[in-house]
Nanobody, 124 residues
Framework: QVQLVESGGGSVQAGGSLRLSCQYSRDPTVVYCMGWFRQLPGKEREVVAGISSGIGHTTYPDSMKGRFTISQDKSKNAVYLQMNNLKPEDTAMYYC?????????????????WGQGTQVTVSS
């Protein structure tokens, strides 16, 4: 069983930064994909970034490269999403997710466990 708790969301002006945190509990002997997803109002959930829990390989969709950085700190049981130069269109609910590394960390079907989400609102 994996448990995930996100924090760090909030309101920020365009151009600002936020760092989201995901505190997890999971089996340390299993290699997971840890990912960040977001869901914009009225749209489907989309992947923002993924990281493998073993070697820490990070991966991003082309549309997310440049402003978002995923990282992990296994000593703190945490995964982070650093978001820079935020834009109003980044306004969304952001979710941390985990799944056994099988298909790849950008494949939504990889993920079986989800946090409750944290809201990010970017004003112009």
């Amino acid at each position: 069983q994996v448990q995930l708790v996100e924090s760090g969301g909030g309101s920020v002006q365009a151009g600002g930064s936020l760092r989201l945190s995901c505190q997890y509990s999971r089996d340390p002997t299993v290699v997971y994909c840890m990912g960040w997803f977001r869901q914009l109002p009225g749209k489907e959930r989309e992947v923002v970034a993924g990281i493998s829990s073993g070697i820490g390989h990070t991966t991003y969709p082309d549309s997310m490269k440049g402003r978002f950085t995923i990282s992990q700190d296994k000593s703190k049981n945490a995964v982070y999403l650093q978001m820079n130069n935020l834009k109003p269109e980044d306004t969304a609910m952001y979710y941390c997710a985990a799944g056994v590394l099988s298909r790849g960390c950008l494949v939504p079907k990889t993920y079986s466990y989800w946090g409750q989400g944290t809201q990010v609102t970017v004003s112009s």
